[in-house]
């Protein structure tokens, strides 16, 4: 069965449309579910032959349309490397399993608030993400999904330990919580590192736009639970759930404090973002991300008035290397891609602000 990327890559999914609360600075919240299935042995350990009847079984679990939910299938070791990497942009896919070889699959809802990666580091990761900050609201969903996948399938899961995974930093709850945030003014006005030495020393990790081992880009953080053993899930998304607005308040805070001195400077930087962004002909991924995270925070400073948050988190979207391919229906070097982007970003831009 074949599957039109080219007409996903005109959408976005329903957490990129900037419609949660606190969405002048919370992106996204996500939380992720680690499960193993009993009698399979862990992914690394498991032979080609294993881990291709375990793809196969839940394959077969997640077509079937009795039980609730309608989710697409995809076999990802069928897919070319540029729909993988195409899936890893819109978050379905991790960079591991968009990367490694043999079995493997992901099952997502058209609105891609619910998905499940299949043979990643575990078994099974099922995946809640929803705009803004929604911990409760993403916990439930992704509470009623696992709740439901085990009605069908068989967890491996110890009454001492909790769920067992691969790695033992996820044994317990298997549970990773994360609030992706858009950290503009704390990073101007340097009080960023301050910030995150604070959450380490309560066990939150700070990590980049698209997860573990991913850099910063764009002034995007990821604030995410370390611990998974020793405590519930409502203790691990209480202890992110407490600090997440007080974050909000310091960014918040930051970027009136912006306004009250440094109002002159930061319009000068805005106005430039957005007049290279309309007129370049040229642009590398790093310096739209840099340019589209300005833009951004003068929207929330009301210095922008003819875009929207919307508007930017599919600009966002729709610039990456992939997603630029299935739009374009082109095989793309690195300068053309530069091209490309520019290209779009211009008649994007004079598209969105004619219409205003």
Known sequence: MTFDFEELARTSGEWLRG???????????????????????????????????????????????????????????TLSPVDREFLRERQLLSRELAGTEGPRGVAFEAHETRSVMVNEEDHLRLQVLRSGFQLDEA?????????KVEERISYAFSEEFGYLTACPTNVGTGMRASVMLHLPALQFTKQLEKVFRALQKINLAVRGLYGEGTRASGD??????????????GTILKEIREVIPQIITYEREARKALMQQYQPLVQDKVSRA???????????????????????LGITLEMVEDLTIPHLNMLFLQTQPSHLIKLTGKDLTNEEHNVER??????KLSELTSRN
């Open 274 to 296: 957005y007049g290279t962004l309309k007129a370049a002909t040229m642009m590398s991924a790093d310096e739209m991300m840099d340019l589209l995270s300005t833009v951004r």
């Open 139 to 147: 916990w439930q969903d992704i509470d009623q999904l696992d709740d």
């Open 220 to 233: 995007f953080y990821q604030i995410s639970n370390q611990v998974t053993l020793g405590k519930d899930e």
């Open 19 to 77: 419609t949660g609360p606190e969405s002048d600075v919370v992106v996204s919240s996500r939380i992720r579910l680690a499960r193993n299935i009993v009698n399979f042995p862990f992914t690394n350990r498991a032979s080609a032959m294993q881990r291709g009847e375990l793809e196969s079984l839940i394959r077969d679990r997640f077509s079937s349309k009795d039980w609730g939910f309608e989710f697409k299938y995809l076999t990802v070791h």
């Open 342 to 347: 520019a290209t779009y970003l211009r008649q």
